[in-house]
């Protein structure tokens, strides 16, 4: 079981402030499709000047995802993690697998991240640990369908669609028993918290608790970047932000280094190539 940090972490950027100066990530943009639609999502493909999650140049199949990652490599060789983070869920697209299995016969030792929502991880998981899967992100942005009806707008689970506060109880169903089997398989795990004022702000240390109780390693509370449906709520003060990253870091380890990344980045955190 790994309810703690383990040496994997150390390798891992965003698992470990001290790791950013000497190891970096690629970001393979292949998984265009999402299983569930959150009120500040959108995505663009097509997009080279914005830096932000959901935003890729293009959308690449898994064979072209590995020539831009020897690509990458070449450029910045401390680059230890190839991670599937979008710009939709990984989860909900066969070709995320189809390139973990490629990463692992081109790049033996590299860490393989994914980030996801959750709806389906519990399902995918043993597919994971035997694509050699160690680190995952799930973003999880409330415990409570009454507080998650307010986020999301449906979920689509195995050929049904869930709307309104039946979407929010299945997909906070699914996330939580996704991260303790991934906690007890000795994935390390982290979630992302999205800060939306107004909404969820007075939520977080109840998904703190929770995800503390679960075994997860770390949690990374983002700003909201309003958007979309939320584009007229504002984005919380930097003051704000910190303010509750320290409160919950009594709870549960901090990210406080989080560049909000591309579904293509690649490099070093923050000196991206
Ligand atoms: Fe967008 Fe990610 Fe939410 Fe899907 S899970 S709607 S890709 S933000
Ligand atoms: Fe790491 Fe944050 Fe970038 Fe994800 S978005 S790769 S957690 S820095």
Redesign the pocket.
Known sequence: MNKEFNTVGFGHPCFNPDATLYHGRVHLPVAPK?????K??D?KTGCVNENR??VTTKIMDPYEAILYAKKMLKKEPRISVIGIA????PLYNDETFLTFKLISLEFKDMIKCLST?GLLLSDKLPLLINCGVSTITV?INAIDPNIGKEIYDYAIYKDNTYKGINAAKLLIEKQLEGIEAACDNGLLVKVNTVLIPGINDKHIDDIAKKIKELGVAIMNIMPLIPQAEFSHLKAPKCNELEKVRLQNSKIISQMYHCRQCRADAAGLLGDDI
């Open positions: 999402c299983n569930i639609k959150c500040y999502c995505r999650p959901g979008g710009p939709g869920d929502n973003t």
